[in-house]
Each structure stands twice: as structure tokens, then as C-alpha cells.
């Protein structure tokens, strides 16, 4: 197994690839900026130039990786574009790349409330809509994929354990980016990952579990 990570020197992307090197699964860093990316990422991470709006770059980019991990997401912006170009349209684009090159395993990170259209974080350029569309993008591809729906991302890890349902049933609640990161990565290596939609937060009351139990109670 060999990881390509789009979005790796995002506040999720760095901690994808952080769990990757610790995992000993060897991954390529997809970056807009080396000198900024070596900044932030471990150096076990190999580096490579690209951009998910240009996929000439993607198709080098992937070069021998057989899995996926995309983290990309909007940055606030006043363009009323950028999370249709950056959510929609970069994420089909590495579908495309990623059918071209045979990827054996497509992860996405998303977002809990996706379905829900008369959410606030709408009112931002529509991000969880076309994040929406970006998933059934990736599920109609025919591509093996996990997407993984966070709830309100925190940058600092807790003992909190984490909490998995499926599709459309948990609506609020947070959880830290580290363990989204570690759902993510755990998800290539449990077979009762592949094709679901999970949803995730982290609770102190909730008791700890194996990924093998996660990934298994979720429904398809």
C-alpha cells in the first residue's frame, strides 16, 4: 500500500499524513508550496508538486500509489466559487485521475449535515452542498471509497472515544482532527469500510472500541 494525500498541509491533511508515517504506510504529500509543506510535514512524507484544479499535475502526482486520501476544503474566501472549484470540482477530478490510475481504495473526508441544505454553514458559498456533490460524485464512480463525516473539527487531540454512525443520523457534536485522521487511515485496513459513509464524533461517555467494531456496526 502506497498513500496519496490531497489537502496534506491542511489543519486535517498534516495529521493524515503524520498517521500514515506512524502507520509505516509509505505516502506521497500532495502540495502546492515545497517549501512550505516541508515546514509542516514530517519528513517521511515524500513531496510532490500539484493542484486538485489542474489534473495534468494529479496524473504525476499519483505516480505508484494504489490508495487515496483527500482532505482538500475551501479556505474562507470572498470568492463565491472557491468551494465549488476547490470541493466539487477538485474532488471530481481526483475521481478521474484516481479511475485512470487503478486506486484501490478512495477516502474523503467531508462533513457531518452535508444532506442538509438550510444549514448556517451554507450561507458560506453553499460548502456543505457542493461537499454533497462531491460524495455522490465518488459514490456513482465505481471506485472502492470511505467518506468520513467529521463533526466540528478540533484541533487538539482528547481521550474522548470516538463515536461512528451511519449516513444522516448524528447532527451535532465535535471531534479532534487527530482522530479523524486515524478513522481515516484505519478505514484502508478494515474490509467493513469499503463503500459506507461514516459519520464521527468524540465523546467522554462513550466507551472505546476497536475500528474492526466501528466500521462493522455501521450500516451501509
Known amino acids: 500500500m502506497k498513500a496519496l494525500v490531497a489537502g496534506a498541509t491542511g489543519d486535517t491533511g498534516r495529521r493524515i499524513v503524520s498517521e500514515l508515517v506512524q502507520s509505516n504506510i509509505p505516502v506521497r504529500a500532495l ?26 499535475s494529479l496524473r504525476e502526482a499519483v505516480g505508484d500509489c494504489t490508495v487515496l486520501l483527500s482532505a482538500t476544503g475551501a479556505r474562507p474566501s470572498f470568492d463565491p466559487t472557491s ?30 449535515c452535508v444532506s442538509r441544505f438550510f ?4 450561507l458560506f458559498w453553499l460548502v456543505l452542498f457542493w461537499k ?15 467518506i468520513v463525516r467529521p463533526g466540528g473539527l478540533k484541533n487538539d487531540d482528547t481521550p474522548d472515544a ?31 469500510a469499503k463503500n459506507k459513509i461514516v459519520e464521527i464524533i468524540a465523546q467522554p461517555e462513550a ?10 456496526q455501521v450500516e451501509n
Do not use: C
Open 83 to 112: 468551494p465549488y472549484q476547490v470541493d466539487y470540482q477538485g474532488t471530481k477530478n481526483l475521481i478521474a485521475v484516481a479511475k485512470e490510475k487503478n486506486i484501490e481504495h478512495f477516502v474523503m473526508v467531508s462533513s457531518l
Open 31 to 56: 502540495v502546492r508550496n515545497l517549501e512550505q509543506a516541508k515546514t509542516i510535514l514530517p519528513p517521511e512524507a515524500e513531496l510532490v508538486l500539484g493542484d486538485v484544479l489542474k489534473p495534468d
Open 132 to 146: 454533497k456533490q462531491a460524495e455522490e460524485a465518488l459514490q456513482a464512480s465505481g471506485l472502492t471509497y470511505t
Open 119 to 122: 444549514h448556517p454553514l451554507n
Open 162 to 192: 470516538v463515536v461512528m454512525s451511519k449516513a444522516d443520523t448524528l447532527f451535532e457534536g465535535s471531534i479532534p482532527r487527530t482522530k479523524v485522521a486515524q478513522v481515516s487511515v484505519n478505514s484502508l485496513r478494515e474490509p467493513s
Open 207 to 216: 466507551s472505546a472500541r476497536s475500528w474492526e467494531e466501528l466500521f462493522a
